[in-house]
């Protein structure tokens, strides 16, 4: 087989591991939301089985429902480590070929061993909610790293103006980061429902609220946080500080998105651009309707379905801003 058709099918799978990547986020936050994150206390198995079944059910705490999320979950996770092992044997076999990527494949098989010691100590810590967001944080890095890998690389040179909107891409890029922190910690902490009303929180426009107790990091260990163990004022803390985190990084990439649709050369480029406002304002809407409706399970589910569609978006335009090394500017 050709290099260029090795390639091809290199970013297919790639492909594929994104869009996988993509459904265990989903599944993830399911879990999540449905209290399941517990259905099996042990793990990689289910009360020490491969698979949930009625024979567990003298077992103490055993429910069938959560057993079977949390194992569906875990059976697309195992899928997607395979996958990737597959891309990174791939890549260290044809390793010489010129264009063969090997250092994200590298750094994206390290990320999902980190995720599956991630997803044990999810459980075996109780669902730690610095453990889940970081469980988050790494669902979302791997998909952004396998969309990177299926995408094709800009061909055309990159004029300066162009490529000056790096830096602020760069900003757009940290500001999505910390907003998707702020809702793992959102989530992690069970602060969706601590403000039931928009655009007020609690009827106010600045609530009562505990921010010495809302982020603190670390509680030590044997705690159970299914649930939540937060007073209402430091979860309305979290809750409102994630709105205004909404905020400020929604004007960002919004900003940045219309500076991009309307400057550049590139049509890649405007479209990347254009898409992303496109996420930013979707996102936007799933929250507030989530909100209004009284954090509906779908539609929760579906407002981390679009944190990964913001992730997508923003990596997309990265990798238009950033060509092949080869590639030159032109003024």
């Known amino acids: 087989m050709y290099p260029q058709r090795r390639l091809f099918w290199f970013r297919r799978l790639a492909l594929a591991g994104a869009a996988l990547a993509a459904t265990v986020v989903v599944l993830g936050a399911w879990v999540r939301l449905t209290n399941a994150g517990l259905g099996c206390p042990d793990w990689p198995g289910c009360y020490g089985h491969f698979y949930p079944h009625a024979g567990h059910a003298a077992q103490s705490g055993f429910q069938f429902g959560k057993a079977l999320h949390e194992m569906i979950h875990r059976y697309f996770a195992l899928t997607l480590g395979i996958i990737i092992a597959g ?4 890549a260290l076999l044809f390793r010489k070929d010129r264009d063969q990527p090997l250092g994200a494949v590298a750094l994206l098989f390290v990320v999902v061993c980190l995720q599956g010691a991630l997803g044990a100590f999810t459980v075996t810590m109780l669902l730690k909610p610095l453990i889940v967001t970081a469980h988050l944080f790494g669902g979302l890095t791997t998909l952004a790293l396998l969309w990177w890998l299926s995408l094709t690389p800009e061909t055309r040179q990159l004029s300066v103006r162009e490529a000056g909107l790096r830096k602020y891409a760069l900003v757009g890029l940290a500001a999505l980061i910390v907003q998707i922190f702020l809702g793992g910690w959102t989530s992690s902490n069970y602060a969706a429902v601590a403000c039931p009303d928009f655009p007020t929180c609690q009827h106010s426009w600045w609530p009562r609220m505990d921010y010495r107790d809302a982020f603190v990091l670390w509680r030590g260990l044997g705690q159970d946080y299914e649930g939540g163990v937060l007073a209402n004022p430091a979860r309305v803390a979290i809750h409102f500080t994630h709105r205004l985190g909404a905020l400020v990084a929604g004007s960002i990439l919004i900003s940045l998105g219309v500076l991009i649709a309307a400057s550049a050369k590139s049509r890649r480029l405007r479209s990347a651009g254009g ?35 913001l992730v997508i978006s923003m990596v997309w335009l990265l990798r238009a801003l950033w060509p092949a090394p080869t590639i030159g500017m032109v003024p």
């Open 87 to 90: 891309l990174l044997v791939w």
């Open 275 to 309: 898409l992303l406002v496109f996420a930013v304002l979707l996102q936007i809407s799933i929250g507030v309707a989530t909100v209004h409706w009284g954090v509906p399970l779908p539609l929760a589910t579906l407002h981390n379905a679009g944190a990964a569609f």
